[in-house]
């Protein structure tokens, strides 16, 4: 079955320390994006990928840090210099704009990762 | 600046008609989604608007009006399972070319009530 994993989904960690967020997909998909969400704001954009060894910043990069360095996967490391990270982390992934420019291109989205830093 | 409104929550009965409203002021406007999100899961897609009208699938219907920034969801028939969030989304155009970047809302957490 085609789709986005996110591992793990449940995860804690120690104030200070960095951790990597996992995101897979098998969709062919060219494109790959992190978001954050808490609670009472919709998803905010972290990074996002067009294509594989490029990457730009979202709206909400600070402390945080990507690699694209495959087309099926976009790790999210999360470091000791982000202040407020816990929260729920989505990884999504869409045929990239460069391709087509029509059709829906709808965003698919991973389970998601709830990261708690203690 | 780049601004999506939605209301924060609504309630309505099974079996009955909502209507969630979306409001945005963005600039390029690409194309508008909605998604349904249920507590601690994935968001999933329902639809897509690109030009003035209405787009219906199943149950689901979603309007838009680009000259007015405004954007509406219709859900049919309520059902227990519809009690989620939805996210408005916005797709904006990029400078030096085409990109698949989405501004969402705050989404608008629905509540069906038997």
């Known amino acids: 079955d085609g789709g986005i994993t996110q591992s793990p989904k449940y995860l804690f960690r120690k104030e200070g320390q960095n951790v990597t967020l996992s995101c897979e997909q098998n969709?062919?998909?060219?494109?790959m994006y992190w978001y954050r969400q808490d609670p009472g704001q919709g998803l905010r954009l972290i990074y996002y990928s067009q294509i594989v060894n490029d990457f730009q910043k979202g709206d909400i990069a600070e402390g945080y840090s990507v690699s694209r360095e495959k087309k099926e996967s976009f790790p999210l490391t999360v470091t000791s210099a982000q202040k407020n990270p816990t929260a729920f982390y989505l990884c999504a992934s869409s045929i990239s704009a460069r391709r087509t420019s029509g059709a829906y291109n709808e965003q698919f989205f991973g389970p998601g990762t709830r990261l708690t830093v203690l | 600046g780049q601004n999506i409104d939605q209301p924060t929550e609504m309630t309505a009965t099974e079996g009955a008609i909502v209507q969630i409203n979306c409001t945005y002021q963005t600039s390029g406007f690409n194309g508008l989604f909605w998604y349904q999100q249920h507590a601690g899961e994935a968001p999933t897609f329902l639809s897509y608007?690109?030009?003035?009208g209405l787009e219906e699938k199943g149950r689901f219907s979603s309007f838009l009006s680009r000259s007015k920034g405004y954007s509406y969801l219709l859900l049919k028939e309520l059902q227990m399972k519809d009690s989620a969030s939805y996210l408005c989304?916005?797709?904006?155009?990029?400078?030096?070319?085409?990109?698949?970047?989405?501004?969402f809302g705050t989404g608008t957490l629905l509540a069906v009530q038997p």
């Open positions: 989304a916005v797709r904006t155009r990029g400078y030096g070319g085409a990109t698949n970047k989405l501004i």
């Open positions: 969709l062919n998909h060219d494109a």
């Open positions: 608007n690109v030009l003035d």
